[in-house]
């Protein structure tokens, strides 16, 4: 089946085709594609919190690693020693000099830069003249921060994340201010047999609402909600009904400063392509990181942010575990109809699926996102 029939209007559009969902093959060329090409999310800035912390990732099989410098800059590199390729740091760690290479202990500065070489020159000779320091630092990859997320652009020509995101900086223009990571209070990982695109689809649409959540439905109903598909880079949808969560003695988590009126009532959760899901509220907001392993297995990293600087302290810890539970439980009710569609893909006469005009606007907007990368790098 085309992608043709995928850009087409929403009455008439098909979903992506199964092979997007189970294909091997389709899943590396959409590693390529669209997370290589583009700015994807591999980690949380608080994943190296002070000077000297490093934090691998592997990131769809780029080893890459993370290493927070004396000037607080978040520096990523190839995870690889540029001598014989040894894969440099293996797990999260605070390093106390330089990176060093567990092989023949090349050294590099928190920079990247080859800074020592024992016996390179023969036993006790530390340099040679074909190794010259300055052609073999690490590889540099092209990293942006924003809302407590590093991203990445691996093949290094995307155009500035600024210019990319325009739309969403905008329209979130007033969240743009100092995240505080809840403390390990605030942090949950998970583990979902399915393509991450259907990560991505599930959470921008409220549709399943009443069905899938019948408790936020409660609080929160389907007739409150509005979808968000007026941009090509990211999709969602919006409650007109946010209620802060209430603590003992009515305490309530501070709110961002200077929101306009609007916020007292509003949240958005936007799915912010290729693979984070992005929700904001007057008083908290989250990330959750797709890490894709395979065609049909996504491993999810979410964390919750807040607006006060010392909100990880010991009286605030109830309501943290409160709040990220409450998210914790919503993105676990998702999980079934996730795997179940990863499962309706293998059912071969299955063609994309219809979309509802009216309630389906999110999901299309992702699919031809996919569908005109997909094509114009054919
Ligand atoms: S591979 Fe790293 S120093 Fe030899
Ligand atoms: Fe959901």
């Keep these: 089946m085309s992608l043709q029939n995928v ?6 559009a098909r979903g992506l085709p199964n092979e997007h969902y189970i294909s091997a093959d389709m899943y590396a060329r959409e ?3 669209l997370f290589f090409k583009n700015w994807s999310a591999v980690a949380f800035e608080s994943d190296v919190k002070i000077p000297g912390d490093a934090f691998p990732v592997d990131f769809m099989g780029v080893p890459l690693l993370l290493v927070r410098a004396k000037d607080g800059a978040v520096n990523v ?6 001598h014989r390729g040894m894969i440099l740091v293996d797990e999260p760690t605070h390093l106390k000099g330089p990176i060093r290479c567990p092989y023949h202990s090349w050294c590099y500065s928190h920079e990247g830069k080859l800074v020592r070489t024992p016996y390179v020159g023969g036993v ?3 340099t040679h003249e074909a190794i010259k320091p300055a052609e073999l630092s690490l590889f540099a990859i092209k990293s942006h921060i924003w809302h407590g997320v590093v991203f990445v652009n691996i093949s290094g020509d995307a155009a500035p994340f600024e210019e990319v995101h325009k739309d969403l900086l905008k329209r979130w223009s007033e969240f743009q201010q100092p995240y505080h990571l809840g403390g ?3 942090r949950f990982d998970m583990k979902v047999s399915a393509n991450w695109k259907l990560a991505i689809e599930n959470f921008c649409e409220s549709y399943h609402l009443p069905w899938v959540h019948p408790e936020l439905n409660e609080i929160s109903p389907i007739s409150v909600h509005y979808p968000i598909d007026d ?7 919006g ?3 946010y209620n802060q969560l209430v603590g003992k003695d009515d305490r309530r988590f501070p709110d961002f400063k200077n929101l306009s009126p609007i916020w007292e009532k509003q949240a958005e959760y936007v799915s912010f392509f290729p693979n984070v899901l992005m929700g904001v509220h007057r008083d908290h907001t989250y ?22 600087k010392h909100i990880d302290t010991p009286q605030w810890q109830d309501l943290l575990k409160e709040n990220t539970r409450i998210w914790q439980d919503v993105f676990s009710e998702d999980i079934g109809v996730v795997e179940g569609m990863q499962k309706g893909r293998n059912g071969p006469m299955f063609d994309g699926g219809k979309f509802s005009p009216v309630m389906d606007g999110p999901t299309h907007v992702f699919h031809k996102w996919v569908a005109r990368q997909m094509q114009s790098n054919e």
Excluded: H
């Design 7 to 12: 850009i087409k209007p929403l009455a008439t």
């Design 31 to 33: 590693r390529e594609v």
């Design 77 to 82: 590199f190839q995870n690889t020693c540029r």
């Design 124 to 126: 006790e000779i530390d």
């Design 184 to 186: 390990t209070a605030s």
């Design 231 to 237: 941009s090509s880079g990211y999709a969602g949808q």
């Design 239 to 241: 409650s007109r009904n």
């Design 287 to 308: 990330a959750t990181i797709l890490m894709p392993q395979s065609s049909e297995e996504t491993f999810e990293r979410g964390a919750l942010f807040y607006a006060d």
